[in-house]
């Protein structure tokens, strides 16, 4: 069925939603830390999970093409591996979105108090500030949403351009000696502090059904998105080596952008999530909404008194969005044919790798994922143990 002209989504507006998920504020942040690791071979963790990050586009892009009727994550991984880790994957997204979206708000606050003064508790009171507008942004409305989220990508993209091409006069090649600094190991430890930067295909996958023509129009999307966020990090990475640093003004223009676009992407992404398990094609859940406020006051408050910092709370979503990779991965390893089946046991075992660097932020992740299987699965999923027949040829076929 077609999607109503009210919740539609138009190629311009899924590939601004797919920017925004994959951009964030830890894009201001990790490009510095990966160079301080690294040194320029830093540029070459980069290169590298880009490719990965291919990897993930091509792979959500074929799942999205032959599943486009909801369910996003849930439904990949069910097709392949049964409705209890389709469950199981879906919570993970979830609980990571819910917890995500106040260390997103910490980041991008640190920035304006970097500039405006003020310790940890201002540091708080602006990133709940910035929940409080993004949530109530998401509550407007999908096509609100979108409309706000394609002006934060326009603006957010034109002050990178001009932050690059403005540094361009301060960039020297003697700063690009030594290559390898540290050795070539640390470009592997560069790389994973750099997936953070990575993760996001998994986002606005629940938004394929809004889609007037998915197998046209996704394709499309992914690839739009992919070429402008890899020219963005390629064009950062290499400024901030060849520059020695990064402008305080560049930081001052992107970080509330970049906090924005990424939290309502996932919300948004995670509202239709969220109906989609309790069975509800039109419902804006405030139920996950009240989960992801009542996280921001706890993790607020955590960082405000001092309890916890960003970097440490950062690898708790980082380790759940992580399985949801692996979950979606291996389903699809199992499902698609040929080329692709390569493509994501490829994506699988390089989310594994990942995941297991993420030290024991990744026993919530398996936490997440125990709780939702030992659930009683509701009574229309109770004899689904295993993917159905016509599900395993959809997807399959033409890979």
Known sequence: MAPSTSSALSVPRGVALYIGALLGPGLLMLPGLAAGMAGPASVLAWVGLLAISALFAVVFTALGTRMPGGGGVIAYAAAGLGPRVGRAVGRCFLTGVVLGAPVVCMI???????????????TALVAALLLACVLGLTLAGARTGTTVQMILVGLLLAVIVVA????????????????????????GSAASVLMLSFV????????????????RSLPRITAAAFAVTAAVY??????????????PWIAAGAAVLLTFA?????????????????????????????ATAAAGVVELSLEAFGVL????????PTSLFLMVYVGSMASAARLLRGVLRGVAASACAASVIVLAFSGPAALL???????????????????????????????????
């Open 108 to 122: 991008g606050a640190g920035y304006v108090t970097s500039l405006i003064g003020g310790g940890r508790v201002m």
């Open 309 to 316: 910092d960003t970097a440490r709370m950062v690898t708790l």
């Open 234 to 247: 390629l064009a950062l990475a290499t400024t901030l080596v060849a520059v020695g640093a990064a402008g």
């Open 262 to 290: 990424t939290i309502n992407a996932y919300l948004t992404g995670g509202t239709t999530l969220a109906a989609h398990l309790r069975g509800k094609t039109e419902d804006r859940v405030p139920l996950f909404f009240a």
């Open 164 to 187: 690059v091409a403005g540094s361009a006069h301060a960039s020297r090649v003697a700063n690009w000696t030594p290559f390898a600094p540290h050795g070539w190991s640390a470009v």
């Open 200 to 215: 996001g295909w998994e986002a606005v996958a629940p938004l394929t059904p809004r889609l007037a023509n998915p197998r």
């Open 365 to 399: 992740a398996v936490a997440v994922i125990a709780l939702a299987l030992i659930t009683p699965l509701p009574a229309g999923n109770r004899h689904s143990r295993s993917p159905s027949t016509s599900a395993v040829a959809a997807v399959g076929g033409g890979g």
